[in-house]
């Protein structure tokens, strides 16, 4: 899971914020992919698994700044 320090805010946000929703569903799609190429089951040249990742990374940079702006508005 991406972020499982964060868990209960990632529930609530699911919920919350439709943006925040789909960059966590294209997030686990682009890992559920690179992990399948890793493992040999999906065939692709290093370079689109590297652009995967980097796009991944992009998406967990920013599902978190949305998480920590959430978090910080809930203390508020």
Do not use: M, P, W
């Given at each position: 899971m991406m972020l499982p320090e964060y868990r209960?805010?990632?529930s609530e946000l699911k919920v919350k914020d439709k943006h925040f929703a789909r960059i966590f569903e294209k997030h686990n799609e682009l890992d559920k992919k690179?992990?399948?190429?890793?493992?040999?089951?999906l065939h692709?040249?290093?370079?689109?698994?590297e652009v995967?990742?980097?796009e991944k990374l992009l998406l967990k940079d920013e599902a978190l700044?949305?998480?920590?702006?959430?978090?910080?508005?809930?203390?508020?």
């Open positions: 209960d805010l990632i690179t992990t399948d190429a890793d493992a040999g089951k692709l040249s290093d370079t689109e698994i995967l990742k980097k700044a949305i998480i920590l702006k959430y978090k910080k508005e809930k203390e508020a």
